[in-house]
Each structure stands twice: as structure tokens, then as C-alpha cells.
């Protein structure tokens, strides 16, 4: 397979590009640059002056979009972790933008390549790093984190029923010998749960996969750091739409865009100045899922949840 032939079925594309609302001589950014799906859609839409700066800590999502995007002069790719947006884009000379997309997670192509550790259907090495140039990897999650660390990660980010059973298990099999690989992993998974939980849908050692890569590549974290840039990065009229995939990335979007969006003035004071001062508006009060049809083709559109914000002033120009 060539790199640039991965393969990625980009989440809510439409809706997501249309909330956006591409101006043609804007500048915007695609934090999550992937497969380059909503990428590619963002150039469609852009002209002569418009150009788009992506963003992926994975050097396989760069080296593939340097291919792709080639004949498009309007395009650059920045390898680096969202949650350093500011400082990347002031080595440029950019402090403005008109519009960000984040299409969270982990890509098709992360999960299919066995090497990367990702999936509990591949045999490979413990990994899951995005950005393979980190140290901390699932291997040390699994292999050294205490009990009381295991269970945290396993319960908060994995929401995983059993997490108590799982982590005994993964405590008893590493101090006979270290587990170095997914299989290794799933094995004491599956052996530490009772029957009656295996035999239900669903693979067992999804929630656990889920928390432990949540925790090497700190999501959570750089969600957090990221929006909060994003947000300063908007000039008026500039939007942010998020694609989230776990309820807790959801949640953590969600009341963001609130804490932007509501007063922060006592009651009382707004309602003698008549005055909010508020910068930015949801886009759509209610979070916009996926279609039928959309769900009837791409299995990972599932879990899927999308939100936008608009900036409608900056403070800081009207001063
Ligand atoms: C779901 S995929 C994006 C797919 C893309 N929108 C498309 O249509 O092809 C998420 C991508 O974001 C990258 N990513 C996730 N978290 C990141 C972060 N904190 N900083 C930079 N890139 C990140 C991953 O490496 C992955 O390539």
C-alpha cells in the first residue's frame, strides 16, 4: 500500500464543513489532519487567497499529506501536538484565524497498522503513541503504573465495569513476567473476566484499549489546552467545530463552549448594564449527531457528536 492511499472515512463531513462556513479568502486550520478527509474538503471550498494550515502529531498523516496535497500551494502541514497551536502559528506570523476543525481520536489508519500498537485485533507491540517520537507509551502504562493509577485510568477513561478484575489481572501477570504485547493483553483480559461478561457483545478489552491510549497520548489534557488557544486564535465571525468521539471529550467540549458563551457578570449586573460583554454564541444549541445513512456506512461515525462556537466580537479590538 502507497502512503497516500490510506484509508480513512471521514466523520459528519458535510455537516461539519458546513457549519464552518468557509469564506474563499480565509485562513483556517484542521487540528486533526488524519487521512486529510476534511482537509481536502476545506481546500475544495477555498480560493486563490484562502489557504489551510493542518496540524497531526503523527508523521504518517504528514508524510501523506505532503503527497497528496502536493499540487496545493495554499496548504502546509505542521507536525505537532494541537495543544501547541499558539506558539507554531506565531512562528509564522499568525495570530488570527477564521476557522479550526478538530476531528478527534485515533484515524482508521492508526488502528490498521498493527506496528502502532493501537488495536486489540492486531498482534504488535504494546505502543499506542500518535506521536511516535514520545517516550511514554502503553507499555509503561500497563507494565509500571501502580494499582491505584491502573484503576483511575481504567474506570474514568475506559467507563469499564470490571476495571477492579482487569487491573488484578494485569498486576498478577506482570510481576511473573512484563506484558509486551496486545495479545499478551487481551489473553489476561479475557482471563480475568467471568464467563457471563465475555459472552455479551462486544470485545472485551475495547474500554481497556480505549482508556489506556486516552492516557498515553493525554487527550483529555490537550483538548483542554488547545480549545482554549483555539478560541483566542477566532477573528470575528470565525467558528470552531469539533468532532468528539467519547462522552467524556464530549462533555469537556460542551462545557467549554458554555463557559464562552454564558456571563461570567453576576446576574444582578447584567441585567442593570444590559450589557454581557459575552464573545462568542454555539453555533447549535443542540449537538448534532450523525445520520442513519451516515451510520449505515462508517462504523466509527457511532459514538460520533459534533459542536460549533462562533466568535461576535473580540474584546479586545473594541477597547
Ligand atoms: C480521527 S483522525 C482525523 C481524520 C481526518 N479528519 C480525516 O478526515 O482524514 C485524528 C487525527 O488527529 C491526530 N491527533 C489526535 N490528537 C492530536 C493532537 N493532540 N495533536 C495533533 N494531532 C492529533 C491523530 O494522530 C489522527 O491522525
Sequence with gaps: MKSNELFHISVLLDKSIELLNIKEDGLYLDMTLGAG?????????????????????????INNAKERFKDYPNFRAIHSNFSNVENKLAELGINRV???????????????????????????????RMNQEQTLSAYEVVNEYCKKDLLYILRKYGEEGHASLIVK?????????AIKTTYELVDIIKQSLPQ??????GHPAKLTFQAIRMEVNQELVV??????QALRLLNVNGRIVVISFH??????????????????LPKELV??????????QLINKKVILPNEKEL??????????????KRIIRGDENE
Design 169 to 177: 489481572g494485569i498486576i498478577k501477570a506482570r510481576n511473573k513476567q
Design 223 to 228: 483538548i483542554e489546552q488547545s480549545l482554549h
Design 98 to 128: 477564521d476557522g479550526i476543525i478538530y476531528d478527534l481520536g485515533v484515524s482508521s489508519m492508526q488502528l490498521d497498522i498493527a506496528e502502532r500498537g493501537f488495536s486489540y485485533n492486531h498482534d504488535a507491540l504494546l505502543d499506542m
Design 296 to 309: 449505515l456506512h462508517n462504523n466509527r461515525a457511532h459514538s460520533s457528536k459534533l459542536r460549533g462556537i
Design 196 to 201: 457471563k461478561v465475555l459472552k455479551k457483545k
Design 37 to 61: 478527509g476534511h482537509s481536502q474538503a476545506i481546500l475544495d471550498k477555498l480560493g486563490n487567497k484562502g489557504s489551510l494550515i493542518a496540524f497531526d502529531q503523527d508523521m504518517l498523516a
Design 247 to 264: 462522552s467524556l471529550e464530549d462533555r469537556l467540549v460542551k462545557n467549554i463552549f458554555k463557559e464562552y458563551t454564558t456571563s461570567q
Design 271 to 280: 441585567d442593570v448594564r444590559g450589557l454581557e460583554n459575552i464573545e462568542y
